[in-house]
């Protein structure tokens, strides 16, 4: 079976070129690396990889998450596929773990992610210094090592990822109705749970996660939130995103009641300025 990895990335051409840096050092390349470009300002170029590399142009506003992992699928040639957000850096033994763990289980398999500081992989990098620094997330263990069933699909994330290529298709990939930012991954969780596909956790080695600013909440991504907070309730019965919905009816940008939301006022600039925080999470 063959695996490809596939990432989509808008303007960040640095933590492209960690991403490649580790899929280089991989003690199982990858048989191609797919990369959707949403929009980069200049177009993303990469040299030469080592191993074959395909560049899928999306030219969509905002950050169409949903139809650029669908884009990135589709022009896929492998029986597995890998997803990795831009500014993740696989571990050395990533590929070959998940690959092992794909050909074992029909099933969607999430990798660890560690986060690394702001001073981290910002240039040369070794990856013993790396786990040396790295934090695990708070709220998401995984094991030491082998897999371990979540029955929590709303702990299934696209920050890394595993999935048959025929798992992938039967889903349907990506639900595009959710447009922009936000829930489209959860909704793919909650979608897998209804297919019975199990979601496992792959313990023993993943990706470091490379540092960047983030604004908490995340007031420019706003009106994608509400949007497609309607959306999965309406599929689902239950409000996603929950903390950060919180956050916005606190400031008063948002109202809840029941089964409805609504977009009470844009943030101004001083709100998101003050919303941005030092984090790689």
């Not at 890394?160 to 909704?187: K, S």
Request: overall charge negative; charged content about 20%.
């Amino acid at each position: 079976m063959t695996m490809s990895v596939l990432t989509i990335v808008k303007n960040r051409p640095g933590h492209l070129a960690q991403l490649i840096e580790g899929l280089r050092r991989c003690e199982v390349q990858p048989d191609e690396l797919v990369i959707v470009d949403m929009g980069s300002e200049p177009p993303v170029a990469v040299e030469a990889t080592g191993f074959p590399l395909h560049i899928v142009r999306l030219d969509q506003p905002g950050l169409p998450l949903a139809a650029a992992r669908n884009a990135a699928a589709q022009a896929a040639r492998g029986d597995m596929l890998l997803f990795l957000d831009v500014d993740c850096i696989p571990m050395r033994g990533l590929t070959a773990a998940m690959a092992q763990a794909l050909a074992q289980r029909d099933a969607l398999i999430c990798a660890e992610a560690l986060y690394l500081g702001p001073k981290d992989a910002r240039g040369a990098w070794d990856e013993a210094a790396l786990m040396q620094c790295a934090k695990p997330h708070p709220v998401r263990p995984f094991p030491a090592a082998g897999l371990r069933e979540e029955h929590n699909a709303g702990l299934f994330w696209s920050l890394i990822f595993g999935i048959r290529r025929e798992g992938f298709v039967e889903l349907g990939g990506f639900d595009e109705a959710f447009t922009g930012y936000g829930a489209e991954d959860t909704d793919f969780g909650f979608r897998a749970r209804e297919a019975a596909l199990p979601l496992l956790f792959l313990g023993g080695t993943g990706a470091f996660h490379q540092y960047h600013d983030v604004i908490d909440p995340p007031l420019q991504h706003l009106a994608d939130i509400v949007r497609n907070a309607r959306l999965f309730r309406q599929k689902w019965g239950i409000w996603p995103m929950e903390g950060w919905l919180a956050a916005f009816e606190m400031a008063r940008l948002i109202a809840r009641e029941g089964d409805t939301i609504s977009l009470v006022r844009m943030p101004t600039k001083l709100e998101v300025d003050a919303a941005r925080v030092i984090s790689s999470d």
